[in-house]
C-alpha cells in the first residue's frame, strides 16, 4: 500500500530531475507555461491559476528551491505540476522505477 508519505517522496525525486533539466535548460520552462495554457482553457482550476502565477513571478532559482522544498507548501503545489513531459520517458520510467521497487 502507498502512503501520502511514499507518494510525496516519489513526487519529489520527479520534481529534482525537473530542476536539474531546468538548470542545465532554462528554456524547458515553455513546456510548462505550454502545458498551462492548455490546462487552463479546459479548467482554470486554482492550482493551476496558482502555478501560472508562480511561473510568472518567480525567478529561476526560486523555482527551483520550490521544486526541491520538502515542506507541505511544496509538496501541495507538486501535485498539480505544470511539468508534464519535461523529463526524458526513461528518465522519468527510472525514477518511478525505483519507487515502484522499494514496496516490494
Do not use: C
Amino acid at each position: 500500500m502507498r502512503s501520502h508519505e511514499w507518494i510525496d517522496e516519489r513526487s519529489l525525486a520527479l520534481h529534482e530531475a525537473v530542476a536539474a533539466r531546468l538548470e542545465a535548460d532554462p528554456q524547458l520552462l515553455e513546456v510548462a507555461r505550454a502545458n498551462l495554457k492548455r490546462w487552463l482553457a479546459a479548467n482554470p482550476a486554482a492550482p493551476l491559476r496558482e502555478w501560472q502565477r508562480l511561473l510568472d513571478t518567480l525567478s529561476l532559482p526560486q523555482l527551483l528551491r520550490l521544486l526541491r522544498a520538502r515542506d507541505e507548501e511544496s509538496a501541495r503545489l507538486r501535485q498539480s505540476s505544470p511539468f508534464a513531459g519535461l523529463l526524458p520517458p526513461a528518465e522519468r520510467q527510472a525514477i518511478l522505477h525505483r519507487y515502484e521497487s522499494s514496496l516490494a
